[in-house]
């Protein structure tokens, strides 16, 4: 089958199949049918990009939904992971221009993504070298140093990956080596590789090499973008976040009884819930963002809900972060926004 014959609906329809065998954690099943496309004549890029990376966020969706369990998405995920590199291992050819360094940001460990970029930039000519998940900045920088890349793309998923991403694209531009950005950690317009002074952004794999094509011109000087932080809110937040925690968990039992009679697992799972939303609000802190804490709210509220956990727990739980902040002017505002979101969402439509 040639690239053009296969029309986009019946790669969707592929998709489908494709979707069908990773959640079944039939890698050999999946392997088949990426490489049964290649040979057929389907771009390597295409099956990476149109394929894969959808079956890989409706993947997400579905985990969200709570219609697949976490073992059956890590199941795909891993999967996935064997048919990038079956792709990759059929389409090798020696690379033809400079070379590049690919990694995940220090605490990221959403990795998949980062890797169909890799591939896309080895498809295009370019020497990879992929370092994938939760890559400490100190050892990127040796790397680096031994390596001397043209540029390093950097991959963070989650906004409360912003701090460390920060330091690490610093860092990478102290030592003359020129930053990427991408991935919905940086936003989706890519507001926060500009604010952080990444070099350039990018939303897609095949966008990202397009630029790198061009080059990095860089964005204009952020030093005064983060001024902000001189409130030292998000400093003293993170400092003091094992001893909010633990205030908080008591807090919430009772405000919210239906706690007092949850299991060991069930109270596992509330306290990382709230660890997410202390996280996710210093991330917000960090680059003033309200929407960046706002979001998480509404996201997790649907998430909750499809798990049987009611939105006024949700609200309690900000509740009383919002009373504990009383010298957090900035986070008390997001917090009070984040109620609103959690009372005004709905639940997840998948």
């Known amino acids: 089958m040639s690239s053009t014959i296969l029309s986009a609906e019946n790669l969707r329809a592929a998709g489908e199949t494709y979707l069908e065998r990773i959640g079944e954690a039939d890698e050999y099943g999946a392997v088949d049918l990426v490489l049964g496309l290649l040979d057929g004549g389907v771009p390597a890029e295409r099956l990476l990009l149109e394929l894969i990376a959808p079956a890989q966020r409706r993947v997400g969706e579905l985990w969200a939904a709570n219609t697949w369990s976490v073992a059956r998405e890590h199941g795909a995920t891993a999967v996935s992971e064997r048919a990038i590199a079956a792709i990759a291992t059929r ?7 400079g070379r590049l360094t690919v990694a995940c940001t220090d605490g990221e460990y959403h990795a998949l993504p980062t890797r169909l970029l890799a591939e896309v930039l080895r498809l295009r000519g370019w020497r ?3 370092l994938g998940a939760n890559v400490p900045g100190p050892h990127l ?3 680096l140093h031994q390596t001397g890349p043209d540029a390093v793309a950097l991959g963070c998923a989650l906004a409360t990956r912003l701090p460390r991403a ?19 950690g940086f936003g989706a317009d890519g ?3 500009r604010l952080l002074g990444a070099d350039a952004w990018a939303p897609t794999a095949d966008a990202a090499a397009d630029h790198l094509d061009r080059g990095l011109p860089g964005f204009p000087d952020p030093r005064d973008a983060l001024g902000h932080l001189a409130d030292e809110e998000y400093t003293h937040l993170t400092r003091r976040r094992g001893e909010l925690l633990t205030r908080a968990m008591t807090a919430l039992t009772a ?6 009679a949850y299991r060991d697992r069930q109270l596992d799972a ?6 997410h939303i202390v996280d996710f609000l210093a991330a917000a802190l960090y680059v003033d963002d309200v929407p960046v804490f706002t979001g998480f709210v509404g996201w997790t509220r649907g998430v909750l809900a499809a798990r049987g956990v009611p939105a006024a727990a949700v609200q309690a739980g900000l509740r009383i972060f919002h009373d504990e902040l009383r010298d957090f002017p900035r986070a008390r505002h997001m917090l009070v926004q984040g109620i609103e979101a959690a009372r005004a969402g709905t639940d997840l439509e998948i």
């Open 128 to 130: 990879v070298d992929f």
């Open 191 to 193: 507001r926060f590789a």
């Open 270 to 275: 509330t306290a990382e819930d709230l660890g």
């Open 255 to 260: 405000a919210y009884p239906p706690m007092t």
């Open 141 to 143: 920088i040796t790397h």
């Open 166 to 184: 920060h330091a690490t694209l610093t860092a990478c531009q102290a030592v003359g080596v020129p930053v990427m950005a991408g991935g919905a």
């Open 91 to 97: 389409t090798r050819t020696e690379p033809t221009r």
